[in-house]
């Protein structure tokens, strides 16, 4: 389809996130691995990348919003699906008419559920989230210690969590206190599966003091291809390819400013592309370079095209001097993601992690899925 000549065109391989979930899944194959979809799926697609990783065989969703979780639903019809940011005030019957369950994060949220649940003799599942060193979401210790010792949850919790602050630099000891305070905490309801692990939890898999995997992992950002260990060999495989159309090239000499500020000035005689994407399209602003100090590049054949001058809201000035004329004229493709340049690299270009660039992926992309088969979904 030729999605009205769309200035960036984003392939997303679902086969490539299906195998990153395998080679997740087999890090500790006692420990089911579910899949976290929130925020579209990190940029990719919420229904498309839900019904692909349902087909490899996940059985558990999270996401952060309800109306991701209709989504995921439409895409899992079988699936469990949880909601990480709990219950909004009168949400119940919502929930429990989608078959979804909130991770009650809070003695407030966890009074209205069992209210509910006394109310309506619903049998619905929740989670219960506790907070082991991160003060964001969850109760306290010592109100789950109060609450688990006691016979006062009032309905069967499907899973108790906890969430992981520091697991991204293995060094930390933060880690392993989290991961004995949670294990304290979850031997007080030892029938109901506990999670702790995100992303670097499962890449790390264990502390010096044990296992961090517990029932169920939880990873989200290393499924689309985002190694969420800085250091450390990248072992996922790249979802997301992201091109860019040449709209036009033009020669200058050397001493030329290019762009707003004239921040950026040619040094040699130079070829530009002007690509039809700029950072409405997430390619940030901090991507650009500035006064000789370069940002991030695209690739044209194998050849880098750093980024020239600064970012505009939908362009962007590549030097394309190095690359052959061939690859690089009116509407040829510069590679801005890929193999050669991936999520981590435009990330660090840009002072910032793979997490946001994928999240901050653009809308008027032309989007194509390939890998896996998807059909067209309804929403619930
Ligand atoms: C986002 C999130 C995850 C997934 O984290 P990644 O680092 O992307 O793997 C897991 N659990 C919770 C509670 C989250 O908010």
Known sequence: MISDFAGGRLTIDLGALQDNWRVLSAISPSSECAAVVKADAYGVGLAEAAQALAQAGVKTFFVAHLSEARTARAAAPDAAIYVLNGLPPGACDTYAALGVRPVLGSMAELAEWRAFVSATGADEAAAIHVDTGMARLGLDPEEARALFSSDGIGFRPALVMSHLACADEPDRPETERQRALFAELRSLLPNTPASLANSPGTLIARTSGGDLGFEMRRPG??????????????????????????????????????????????????????????????????????????????????????????????????????APESATSRDDWVEILGDDFGVDDLARACGTIGYEVLTALGRRYERRYVGAGHAPLKEA
């Open 221 to 322: 950002v290393s499924l689309y291809g985002s190694n969420p260990l800085p250091g450390r060999p990248a072992t996922m495989k790249p979802v997301v390819k992201l091109e860019a159309r040449i709209i036009q090239t033009r020669h200058v000499p050397a001493g030329t400013p290019v762009g707003y500020g004239g921040a950026e000035t040619t040094r040699r005689p130079t070829r530009l592309a002007i690509l039809s994407l700029g950072y409405a399209d997430g390619v940030f602003r901090a991507a650009g370079s500035e006064h000789g100090a370069p940002g991030a590049f695209g690739f044209a054949g194998s050849v880098p095209c750093p980024f020239f001058g600064r970012i505009s809201m939908d362009l962007v000035a590549v030097d394309v001097t190095d």
